[in-house]
């Protein structure tokens, strides 16, 4: 039994070492599948050189296939050669055209030595197998853009959101990408493109107030104020309340000077958004479209000519005028003196508009004096003589108003006298008869009876203020041959005459009375006589 175990244990033995050398000469896989299976292992525990002499056992016993040679290329990639890595990818895809491990590989090669066109082209190789790979679609994308390409990459990035108008990333890259496209136009001075670029950006968010105060700033340097009207809409209607897009197309409609459409805007838009700079905007607006409406003023327009130099007959009489007119005293008063300088201190259109200043003034007096001014100037004139009979007439009734009825008298006379309106001289008459009457010079009673009967009369040929005129002169003609004033103009003739004899009596002495020039010896002589020798020499 020894010798038979014996026997067995050298049969094992020798089993063993065939084995053991066997396995220091093959590893005894018996597909490229399992050496791939197992260098990937090695690559996933940064195994890299036991994964490369595996490899090179494998493309030994294996040439050209294609996932061994995709690990090969994986392994140069890893060493950073390019070219190596690129030719056994390559070799990888000729064996089978569709790795996409060897495909993915290929395109971070020629990124890496930007081969941009051959990475691009195997981005759509590897788009035919998966049309609606995001991944891929952003990495085509990019690279695109490393080629400057900014046009496709941007036509594909717009496409990409439209398969996917879900995906924020995506959207985050579109938008990005539109803000830097239309920052670097605008910089660059092509606003039309920067304008179709932000239209787009709009229209994916239509909730950003920086794009619309953008692209109505751009329409502005392009001049076309209607279209940033138009996006100011567009904005309030997307954001309202908007405090910078409300101030925006406010400030536009005040450029245009259409005032009343931006201060109804505000104030509509003050429903959703009362803050301060609203209000205080508001009232600015108020005032500018004040100014506006002064400047279409053309008294303000004259007057800006008239200052300018512009010193002509038209424009003088325009703010002349009107200054009178509406009531601009100062004004008023610096044209009067300006037209004095050119026509002269007695014209009287100027005294005439002096007069009517001063009479808005209330300065009665200053209105008196000018009006006396003008009526010993030209007192034929109807319009003149009309206003002192009223002014006239105003200080009678105040007079009349005291009881100093004396004092009044001198004045309605004046008007009776003139006979400048029928209307005017009865209502003078009527005073001149009261204050008469208050003097106690006639009989009221009695005039009256005697108007009326003479109105009665008349069968209306005459008003009765001329019926009472008539009576009233028939009155006064009786009272003149009244024994008191017939007295009285005989004292009165009899005064006056006196005066003139004592006026007429009256010595003169002569030049010579008091010429001391004269020598003694014409005055006295040896001829001389009179008392103590004197004699009369004429004085």
């Known amino acids: 039994m020894n010798r038979e175990f014996l026997h067995k244990i050298t049969l ?3 089993l ?3 084995i053991t050398s066997s396995s220091g000469t093959d590893n005894g896989f018996q597909t490229p599948e399992q050496y791939a299976q197992i260098v990937q292992e090695h690559f996933a525990n940064e195994e890299w050189e036991a994964g490369k002499e595996l490899l090179e056992e494998g493309l030994q016993k294996y040439p050209n296939v294609s996932d061994l040679e995709w690990l090969m290329g994986k392994y140069w990639f890893h060493e950073k050669n390019y070219d190596q890595s690129r030719y056994h990818l390559v070799k990888a895809i000729d064996d089978n055209y569709n790795n996409v491990n ?8 020629e990124d890496i030595t930007e081969n941009y066109s051959s990475a691009i082209c195997y981005v759509y190789e590897l788009l035919e197998v998966n049309p609606y790979w995001r991944g891929l679609w952003r990495r085509k994308i990019e690279l695109y853009r490393k080629q400057n390409n900014d046009v496709e990459a941007d036509r ?16 985050k890259d579109y938008i990005y990408s539109m803000e830097v496209g239309y920052q670097q136009m605008k910089k660059g001075g092509n606003r039309k493109e920067a304008i179709e670029r932000l239209t787009e950006l709009i229209k994916v968010s239509p909730q950003n107030e920086e794009y619309y105060l953008d692209i109505i700033n751009l329409h502005l340097q392009e001049g076309n104020r209607e279209a940033a009207l138009g996006w100011s809409s567009n904005g309030l209607a997307a954001i ?25 805007f505000i104030r509509e838009q003050m429903k959703r958004n009362n803050s301060p700079a609203i209000r205080r905007m508001y009232n600015d607006l108020l005032m500018e479209a004040a100014r506006a409406e002064k400047q279409r003023d053309p008294y303000v327009l004259y007057g800006m000519a008239y200052e300018g130099g512009n010193k002509n007959k038209e424009a003088l009489d325009y703010l002349l005028n009107t200054s009178v007119t509406r009531g601009y005293t100062d004004d008023a008063l610096f044209y ?100 008469y009457i208050n003097m106690k010079r006639y ?36 009272d003149s041959f009244s024994d008191d004033n017939v007295s009285k103009r005989d004292r009165e003739f009899a005064n006056n005459l006196n005066e003139e004899i004592r006026r007429s009596a009256k010595a003169t002495p002569s030049k010579a009375y008091n010429d001391l020039s004269i020598p003694a010896s014409a005055y006295y002589n040896s001829n001389s006589k009179g008392l103590y020798g004197a004699r009369y020499v004429g004085d």
């Open 12 to 14: 094992l033995g020798c």
């Open 16 to 18: 063993f070492l065939l």
């Open 102 to 109: 060897a495909k993915h590989l290929l395109v971070d090669v």
């Open 156 to 171: 594909l990035l717009k496409r990409i959101n439209q398969i996917y108008p879900n995906d924020t990333i995506l959207r």
């Open 240 to 264: 309202p309340g908007s405090g910078a897009l409300i101030v925006k197309r406010a400030s536009i409609l005040s450029e245009l000077a259409r005032y009343p459409e931006a201060l109804a």
């Open 336 to 435: 009067i003196r300006e037209a004095k300088k050119q026509y002269g201190n007695n014209d009287k259109g100027i005294l005439y508009k002096e007069y009517m200043l001063y009479r808005q003034m209330n300065e009665d007096d200053l209105a008196y004096s000018t009006l006396k001014k003008m009526y010993e100037m030209y007192p034929d004139d109807y319009d003149i003589t009309l206003a002192m009979s009223a002014q006239h007439m105003k200080k009678a009734e105040k007079l009349m108003e005291l009881g100093l009825y004396a004092e009044a008298l001198p004045h309605v006379l004046f008007v009776s006298q003139k006979h400048v309106d029928n209307d005017v001289n009865g209502a003078a008459w009527e005073k001149a008869l009261s204050c």
């Open 443 to 478: 009989n009221l009673s009695q005039i009256m009876k005697s108007a009326w009967s003479k109105f009665k009369k008349s069968n209306g040929e005459k008003t009765f203020s001329e019926c009472l005129k008539s009576a009233w002169e028939f009155a006064k003609m009786q």
